[in-house]
């Protein structure tokens, strides 16, 4: 078992930057690829980024590149998704989730869930 608890969401005028972490506790965390997705009221959860276990491989959606970081250090069981230049369309549920192995853009894929954080960016 993996636990995940996210924290760092918070109401934040456009443009600017919010830090989110997510803890990992249980099993070896370097073990899994982390994720995060977001979820807007009346809309599907979405993929945002997405980390390897060891650090070396990201990816991250088209809405977010150039914008949105993740990062993680396996030293401290913590994955972080740095958000700047935040947009109202940003505005959303943000899940971190976990997998053995490596990551996938489905969230039918992942095993464990975070509580989720709320972002709300006021325009």
């Known amino acids: 078992q993996v636990q995940l608890v996210e924290s760092g969401g918070g109401l934040v005028q456009a443009g600017g930057s919010l830090r989110l972490s997510c803890a990992a506790s249980?099993?070896?965390?370097?073990?899994?690829?982390m994720v995060w997705f977001r979820q807007a009221p009346g809309k599907e959860r979405e993929f945002v980024a997405a980390?390897?276990?060891?650090?070396?491989?990201?990816s991250s959606a088209d809405s977010v590149q150039g914008r949105f970081t993740i990062s993680r250090n396996n030293a401290k069981n913590t994955v972080y998704l740095q958000m700047n230049s935040l947009k109202p369309e940003d505005t959303a549920v943000y899940y971190c989730a976990a997998v053995m192995g490596y990551y996938s853009f489905s969230s039918a894929s992942y095993d464990y869930w975070g509580q989720g954080t709320q972002v709300t960016v006021s325009s």
């Open positions: 249980g099993r070896t965390v370097s073990n899994y690829a």
């Open positions: 980390i390897s276990g060891s650090g070396g491989s990201t």
